[in-house]
């Protein structure tokens, strides 16, 4: 098995852009990561494509990725689309790194669009619940935000985790999210705003639940053979980890963790060679604060139940001992559904690239994403390394 | 790069079943893969899975992948759905063959499953006509038997195709599908049945277009590491091609070849260190007879042009110099879209193991699948060889 790279990956604005074609949201992160290689790069160089998208938004449903490669000029190369609700695009960038290790591709684009935006409330909810268990969680009413509540729930229960705490997550991530000029949501807020604001799904408020967005995301990996040709301090994809669920919450062992996210990041960790210790910061899937905080646990950045202390004592923050969501995650910076795996992929691009400005993590050579589907259904996780950097 | 094998494949029934579940097919596919294989086949051995699904019908929108695979009992292991339109299975085979050749995986489950029959015919015609090009063909009004129309139409004024040669591929379709007890038109038509059917699209009757149908298939692929283990006489996929092209016809250098079907077929060809001549079979993808005649010609069985004299001798039937569509093809076994591409696979398995019946071609060792998405938006096209049987 040859090695595979990271040598380029760049992303749209997120926001809200019902006017926006998800094919020219595409062409923008196209363009961006195109730019980003450290090296010259021609596009003509692409032997194949994995397109991430839930085709919420009445569009392209059947061929998108075809359709979005194309539309870049793209041409002839064998393009799909990868679908794992959010996971879509996390997903796709393994399909890249297989392709690169099977030997039937040098340089590989996995990335995702969406556009959300442009449908009415009903009509996303409708989307959204279908990416949900159907027979049982969406006919019972529920919803993502019900899914997670009852997740939230759960987790104080068993653990003491506050609601004060959520927001913690809250707020770090918008600190964070207004220093990315791509963030839907680039402004701070208070714990105070935080905890105020509406309640969603209690005991979650506004504040501990992602926007809906519409953006796309862009991440090229290249094989060991050609690495030289591209980048001369390249950041190898050290793990790789992948794992499925039951689509419905009642179909899992664990109210209070993710079961598919362990599995995923154990493998990752094996295929790596490394454990938590070893990471220097992450991008995580915060669909809802308490996810994040989940997410701690399950990737083993702290002990089980310990997630909320983790947040409130500044832990993952930027200055802090192990910073997650640099980029704002999906709370800040927002959550095109196909695109935000590979836009998770394109903080650690430019963090590991000393190119993420006011949001630079100093000293860092080893990142994580973690990238979810549904509420659990699916989970993948990357593990990068910038070599030479020790 | 190690070599993939083709272990096991199996179906379900094709036809209208509104009253299924995408998931019930599923299984039943799923256990006629596991009970094909040659030797004690174990389903915990399966390592990932591809599902390629359009989701007609209003089910499980995200996360197909893993709820299919969750419900037969393969538990937490990485699924994704993939999705080319009517390839989209087709692509599914070919990500299992990559993910066996990366060296991530041993045994690979790759299948389709799709359920379009539970909707009326307008919401039926809407899913059909969003996998078209969207924003011109679809609406300008066009379906894609308007589409196909019209590359019979320009094959006709081009070549002089006549609709007569069209019927004569139906009722060979029709012939083979007759004698497979999975087809969901499985009766015989006259050459006056499809002359005289009613116009679906001028120059296609309704025998030169394929039903709509629900279905599954589930094909197995093995490494050559653990192919003992399987199989003693095993199927090797000696090649693969893939490659895309602009989804709407408008897009494309012509109207009478489906250019990414050539590029494809050239790659698996080269792949394979093959040619036209040395296949023993061929399933190719026949949603219109049309589709079929034009399908020889970009698969080199005949010189362009000559496809329709090609099907009006008889070569392609069983006893044909080149038996095509053994199965009845999409136009008599059926077509429920994700699942059509791993039913292909099927019949090369069933034929290359003597197990036929009525429809079996004797004395082959070497057959091709050609699977497209849409319009010719994207192709697929894999070569099968089975070993020590020259």
């Given at each position: 098995m040859r090695d595979a790279y990271l040598i380029g990956a760049g992303q749209s604005d997120f926001g809200a852009f019902p006017d926006k074609s998800y094919l020219s949201l595409f062409r923008t992160a196209f363009e961006n990561a195109c730019e980003s290689v450290s090296k010259e790069?021609?596009?003509?160089?692409?032997?194949?494509?994995?397109?991430?998208?839930?085709?919420?938004?009445?569009?392209?449903?059947?061929?998108?990725?075809?359709?979005?490669?194309?539309?870049?000029?793209?041409?002839?190369?064998?393009?799909?689309?990868?679908e794992n609700a959010?996971?879509?695009?996390?997903?796709?960038?393994?399909?890249?790194?297989?392709?690169?290790?099977?030997?039937?591709?040098?340089?590989?684009?996995?990335?995702?669009?969406?556009?959300?935006?442009?449908?009415?409330?009903?009509?996303?909810?409708?989307?959204?619940?279908?990416?949900?268990?159907?027979?049982?969680?969406?006919?019972?009413?529920?919803?993502?935000?019900?899914?997670?509540?009852q997740i939230a729930s759960a987790h104080m229960a068993e653990y003491g985790t506050t609601r004060e705490q959520l927001s913690h997550v809250a707020v770090k991530s918008h600190e964070n999210g207004a220093k990315n000029p791509h963030a839907h949501l680039g402004h701070e807020c208070s714990l105070e705003d935080a905890e105020s604001a509406p309640t969603v799904a209690d005991p979650l408020t506004l504040y501990h639940c992602c926007p809906m967005s519409d953006g796309a995301a862009v991440v090229l990996v290249a094989s060991e053979e050609v690495i030289d040709e591209y980048d001369d301090d390249p950041i190898r994809i050290a793990g790789v980890g992948a794992a499925s669920d039951g689509v419905g919450l009642f179909e899992r062992n664990s109210y209070t963790a993710i079961p598919a996210s362990e599995t995923a990041v154990n493998q990752a960790y094996e295929d790596a060679g490394m454990g938590p210790d070893d990471i220097d910061f992450a991008e995580v899937h915060d669909c809802f604060s308490i996810a994040e905080i989940v997410a701690y646990e399950?990737?083993?950045?702290?002990?089980?139940?310990?997630?909320?202390?983790?947040?409130?004592?500044?832990?993952?923050?930027?200055?802090?001992e192990l910073p997650v969501n640099t980029s704002g995650g999906l709370k800040s910076k927002g959550h095109p559904i196909g695109a935000t795996g590979a836009s998770q992929v394109v903080e650690v691009f430019e963090q590991l690239h000393g190119r993420a400005g006011e949001?630079?993590?100093?000293?860092?050579?080893?990142?994580?994403?973690?990238?979810i589907g549904g509420s659990g259904g699916a989970a993948v996780v990357h593990i990068f390394e910038k070599e030479g950097a020790a």
């Open positions: 790069f021609d596009p003509v160089n692409v032997d194949e494509a994995y397109v991430g998208n839930l085709s919420i938004g009445g569009r392209q449903i059947g061929l998108p990725g075809p359709a979005a490669t194309e539309h870049v000029g793209l041409h002839a190369i064998p393009s799909v689309r990868i959010c996971a879509a695009s996390g997903y796709g960038v393994r399909q890249a790194v297989q392709a690169v290790k099977s030997g039937m591709a040098d340089v590989v684009l996995a990335g995702g669009t969406e556009v959300m935006n442009d449908l009415g409330d009903d009509r996303v909810r409708y989307w959204l619940g279908v990416s949900g268990e159907m027979e049982w969680e969406r006919m019972a009413g529920t919803t993502f935000s019900g899914v997670f509540a399950d990737l083993g950045f702290c002990e089980r139940g310990e997630g909320g202390v983790f947040a409130e004592r500044g832990a993952t923050k930027l200055d802090g949001r630079q993590v100093e000293n860092s050579q080893i990142a994580l994403t973690h990238n």
